[in-house]
């Protein structure tokens, strides 16, 4: 059995936001074919994608080819649009949250969801996850790797995730008991990254290593102790980071430890107890899956494919099932076992 983690859905249509907000910089689809259609960001071009980014027939009839039992929905990060005002964001996750829970709902053995809130309104954003688990049926909420910032933005208040103020998302998440699946977007340093796709190779793991260092050295887990979250990307870059990060906590407890004196590497694997979070297993490389499952432990790695983006891994699953030396049990558990438990899903 195969539940893949990391997998993006859109709905075929939804209204002009442009005219329905009255302001620029939202996304729309263009269908300039019948296969497929382009994700418009004012007029430019943000990618070309095909139907089985919004057809759950075609996602499954590619489940079945892949041998993926179920795919865990959440929607394109683009559409996070946390620089909006808060109750458009709001509106538009209504939206996007309505439609993952109708296809999860339609397939219910095939599909989970995973909604999305406007986290640059805390409050907002807290009430939205409420719903999404409450009266949908969600398992949680997909969030990006900080609030606010982008082009758009000229706030100067660009939070990341370490912010007091997202406290009252975690706590309600927690409550809840509803999982955080932290997907990179509006990627740091992009200015500098004009060329070779690099927001997406450099930018993206950059980021999510960004996020998890400010939940640890920021005391979210501290806080938090039942709050379930997974990163994607494996982590981004910070599975060869976190030795620089721990030798900068014991020289410079002044500057790295400021809000939390755990050592950041007491929130990583020993032994037979696994890692306080969670992360996905698209790594694209044997040796960084190696160096994963030491730092995180099998129970805390989930299959995970970006489904249906280039990026991501073609075959869910074939880096996990080519790798040496692995148990059944740790397959079975990498490929199904550690994303039912993150999602709190029962056997399906
Ligand atoms: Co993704």
């Not at 900080?146 to 208040?157: S, T």
């Not at 970006?306 to 699953?317: A, N, T, V």
């Given at each position: 059995m195969k539940i893949d983690l990391h997998t993006h859905i859109l709905p075929r249509d939804w209204p002009d936001l442009d005219a329905r907000y009255g302001y620029s910089g939202f996304v729309r689809l263009e269908h300039h074919k019948p296969c497929c259609a382009r994700i418009m960001k004012g007029n430019e071009q943000f990618r070309e994608i095909s139907e089985n980014a919004w057809d759950p027939e075609r996602r499954i009839e590619d489940c079945d080819r892949a041998g993926v039992s179920m795919q865990v929905l959440s929607t394109v990060?683009?559409?996070?649009?946390?620089?909006?005002k808060p109750a458009d964001a709001l509106d538009l996750s209504l939206f996007l949250n309505d439609h993952i829970a109708e296809v999860a709902r339609a397939f219910p053995t095939r599909f989970a969801g995973l909604g999305t809130i406007p986290l640059q309104d805390p409050d907002l954003a807290a009430r939205e996850l409420e719903r999404c688990v409450r009266e949908l049926g969600m398992r949680g909420v997909q969030i990006g790797t900080?609030?606010?910032?982008?082009?758009?933005?000229?706030?100067?208040?660009c939070r990341n995730?370490?912010?007091?103020?997202?406290d009252v998302v975690w706590s309600a998440a927690e409550q809840l008991g509803a999982a955080i699946f932290v997907h990179p977007w509006d990627m740091l340093g992009k200015k500098r990254m004009p060329k070779y796709w690099l927001p997406w190779l450099v930018g993206m793991p950059a980021e999510t290593c960004l996020a998890i260092s400010c939940l640890m050295l920021g005391g979210v887990f501290e806080r938090f102790p039942k709050l379930r979250v997974a990163f994607a990307h494996g982590g981004g870059s910070f599975p060869f980071t976190i030795g620089r990060m721990e030798h900068g906590f014991h020289v410079r407890p002044d500057l790295v430890a400021t809000d939390n004196d755990v050592n950041p590497r007491s929130y990583l694997a020993t032994g037979e107890t696994p890692a306080r979070f969670y992360v996905d297993?698209?790594?694209?490389?044997p040796d960084a899956f190696r160096l994963l499952l030491k730092l995180f432990g099998s129970r805390r790695v989930a299959l995970g494919s970006?489904?249906?983006?280039?990026?991501?891994?073609?075959?869910?699953?074939e880096l996990i099932g080519a790798l040496?030396?692995?148990s059944a049990i740790d397959k079975a558990q990498l490929l199904s076992g550690t994303a039912r438990e993150f999602l709190g899903l029962g056997q399906i």
């Open positions: 990060p683009v559409m996070f649009s946390y620089w909006a900080h609030v606010d910032a982008n082009e758009h933005c000229h706030d100067p208040d995730l370490d912010d007091r103020s997202l297993s698209l790594v694209h490389d970006d489904y249906p983006f280039p990026l991501g891994e073609s075959e869910p699953g040496d030396g692995l």
